[in-house]
Nanobody
Framework: QVQLVESGGGLVQAGGSLRLSCAASGRTFSSYSMGWFRQAPGKEREFVAAITWRGGVATLTDSVKGRFTISRDYDKNTGYLQMNSLKPEDTAVYYC?????????????WGQGTQVTVSS
């Protein structure tokens, strides 16, 4: 079993930055990838970014490209989402998740979420 704990959320003004962290614990973290999702009030959860754990290959959704960066510290079992030039529309609860298999497009483990609020 893998436990994921997010941190780093908060309130920031538009144009500001935040860095989210996702610490993985439990069994040795050997998942295929770690992803970040977000859910705004009244909206469905959406994919934000993902990174393969071993190779560090990153994927980001178009709306955050050029503003967000995903990374991971392999030795610390921790993933990061650096968010710059934040916009009010980035306001949401952000979740990290771990996907075990490269062949099954399903995230197996989820964190509890961290609130990000961007004021205009």
């Amino acid at each position: 079993q893998v436990q994921l704990v997010e941190s780093g959320g908060g309130l920031v003004q538009a144009g500001g930055s935040l860095r989210l962290s996702c610490a993985a614990s439990g069994r040795t973290f050997s998942s295929y990838s770690m992803g970040w999702f977000r859910q705004a009030p009244g909206k469905e959860r959406e994919f934000v970014a993902a990174i393969t754990w071993r190779g560090g290959v990153a994927t980001l959704t178009d709306s955050v490209k050029g503003r967000f960066t995903i990374s991971r510290d392999y030795d610390k079992n921790t993933g990061y989402l650096q968010m710059n030039s934040l916009k009010p529309e980035d306001t949401a609860v952000y979740y990290c998740a771990a996907r075990d298999s490269a062949y099954v497009p399903r995230y197996n483990y989820w964190g509890q979420g961290t609130q990000v609020t961007v004021s205009s």
